[in-house]
């Protein structure tokens, strides 16, 4: 049999659990700062999980950040691995729904790492990194038909740094309102 007939591949593909959808994921936030979340209306059951319904989730490429050792010679030395990231963060879609509270969390936690008072007043008190940020998690789950874990992307220190965009549009009579946030974070692994 040779390696690239259609029973190998029908083989590999059932020996490996079937091909993992794109459209299977979900998304939880745990920890978001209680400043955040005060005056908003939160879906039911949400206490320091919350999950986020996300019409797509967009990584960025993955790299390797290096350092270079500095060794006498030409050029730099050589370029040691550091760490790595998604670049430019991790972008969610959200649904808005009729009781925006989408808006409502995310606006607040902008105002809230800016050090914005709830009245619009600045106060040019920037919360601590470990009371705004150090707890926040991020949890994007892979999920197969029906339902169950098969992979987590577990990112830690999340907070948002990018909001694209509302589009509101009078053609538009078939849509709905999309928010998109990109995420910073200091670390990912896989769990």
């Not at 319904?53 to 967009?58: K, R, Y």
């Given at each position: 049999m040779t390696t690239n007939s259609i029973q190998v591949l029908k083989s590999y593909i059932d020996t490996n659990n079937g091909l993992q959808r794109p459209n299977r994921y979900?998304?939880?936030?745990?920890?978001?700062?209680?400043?955040?979340?005060?005056?908003?209306?939160l879906p039911q059951g949400s206490g320091s999980l919350i999950t986020l319904?996300?019409?797509?989730?967009?990584f960025g490429g993955r790299t390797t950040d290096v350092t270079y050792d500095a060794l006498s010679g030409?050029?730099?030395?050589?370029?040691v691995p550091k760490s790595t990231r998604f670049v430019g963060?991790?972008?969610?879609?959200?649904?808005?729904?009729?009781?925006p509270w989408?808006?409502?969390l995310f606006n607040r936690w902008f105002d809230y790492l800016y050090g914005q008072s709830s009245t619009g007043q600045t106060n040019f008190s920037v919360p601590y990194y470990d009371e705004a940020v150090q707890d926040v998690q991020m949890l994007i789950s892979l999920l197969d038909l029906n339902g169950n874990t098969v992979k987590?992307?577990?990112?830690?220190?999340v907070y948002p740094i990018e909001a694209l965009p509302l589009e509101f549009n009078?053609?538009?009579?078939?849509k709905f309102l999309t928010?998109?946030?990109?995420?910073?974070?200091r670390k990912m692994s896989l769990v």
């Open positions: 979900k998304i939880d936030l745990i920890n978001i700062p209680s400043p955040v979340k005060q005056n908003v209306t319904f996300s019409g797509a989730v967009n030409y050029g730099f030395g050589r370029m963060g991790v972008m969610a879609v959200l649904p808005v729904t009729g009781r989408v808006l409502d987590r992307f577990y990112f830690s220190e009078m053609a538009s009579t078939d928010y998109q946030v990109t995420f910073n974070y």
